[in-house]
């Protein structure tokens, strides 16, 4: 089965964002659990660049 590479990742290669990859489906659902591959053809959640970078907060005297 083909997957859509949406999290750079090391398999038998180094496979990055965009890549396609052809694996079992069921040695690689743990990737598909975490949001690193999907299905070719399905609509993913493009992945945030950064998780940990947060808009600046408002300050409260304004």
Not at 22 to 35: I, K, N, S, T
């Amino acid at each position: 089965m083909k997957f859509k590479v949406l999290r750079q990742h090391l398999g038998d290669k180094m496979y990055m964002p965009g890549d396609v990859r052809e694996a079992d489906q069921h040695e690689v659902a743990h990737l598909v659990d975490r949001g690193v591959l999907a299905p070719e053809g399905a609509k993913a959640d493009t992945p945030k660049a950064n998780k940990a970078e947060k808009a600046a907060p408002k300050n409260k005297a304004e």
